[in-house]
């Protein structure tokens, strides 16, 4: 089911206003970064970086161009590892928190 603009603006909206959130999103895309799913990593990076840094801010930090880091996490993007690790990287300076993996025995 595809989301809906509205629902869209409403998590950017609470992201823009509440820190807690805007972390557990940062976590989230980790998250989903290292169990495999790709895609909705870089979705929910998207929606983070667009309602915190902002794409212009990231690719500035990057010494980027925007439109390539636009690219990396489109839906057809295939970042290097070492461009996503940097990226993670600054958005956590950003966010001032610092992500750590913990081992969890599966059920």
Do not use: C, W
Request: net charge positive; glycine share 6%.
């Amino acid at each position: 089911m595809p989301i809906t603009k509205q629902f869209r603006k409403t998590i950017l909206q609470r992201a823009e206003s509440d820190a807690e959130f805007r972390r557990h999103m940062l976590t989230e895309a980790v998250n989903e970064l290292i169990g495999g799913d790709l895609n909705a990593g870089k979705s929910i990076l998207r929606d983070y970086i667009n309602a915190t840094i902002t794409f212009e801010g990231l690719a500035n930090k990057l010494k980027k161009s925007s439109k390539s880091v636009h690219r990396m996490l489109g839906p057809r993007g295939n970042p290097r590892a070492e461009n996503i690790l940097e990226i993670i990287k600054l958005l956590q300076t950003h966010e001032r928190v610092t992500l750590q993996v913990k081992v969890k025995r599966a059920a």
